[in-house]
């Protein structure tokens, strides 16, 4: 399981470098779309160095269905610690195969053994998440800042 949430992870990542819609249509869909974004990435990096504001933001998706984003605003506990009892307003859910942006991630309520909380941007609505549910094998996910 951990290897397939971290070869997800590096699909969607290069997909994104290269400006390519990663899919889940399978192995074979899977290594032709990573092979595509491997052999794009080089320029994809290069123009958004030369635009210098464009910012490539982190792309994940998670392994469950129907997972909560919460938000709570103007609620700053929810914002200090993300947790099911400060971030109580349920904005929205994402499912296994829907990415979604990942702005920031920071310590919150321990979920699964992870204590990690990301805030997320996916289908019209933000909030936060716990990381837990991420597609990817460690509790911290790389090239994403913290809040």
Do not use: H
């Not at 192995?27 to 032709?32: E, H, K, Q, T, Y």
């Amino acid at each position: 399981m951990r290897l397939r949430r971290l070869a997800t992870a590096t699909l969607a990542t290069a997909a994104l470098t290269a400006g390519l819609t990663a899919t889940a249509a399978g192995p074979a869909s899977a290594d032709r779309d990573l092979r595509k974004a491997e052999s794009g990435s080089s320029a994809a990096a290069r123009t958004a160095g030369q635009e210098g504001e464009q910012k490539i933001q982190a792309r994940y998706t998670v392994w469950a269905t129907n997972v909560n984003v919460r938000w709570n605003y103007p609620n700053l506990a929810c914002n200090d610690y993300p947790s099911t009892t400060n971030c109580q307003l349920i904005v929205g859910k994402v499912s296994a195969g829907q990415y979604f942006n990942v702005g920031c991630q920071k310590p919150g309520q321990p979920v699964g053994g992870n204590p990690n909380w990301v805030f997320i941007t996916a289908n019209g609505f933000s909030g936060f998440m716990a990381s837990y549910y991420i597609e990817y094998p460690d509790n911290v996910l790389p090239d994403v800042r913290w809040c």
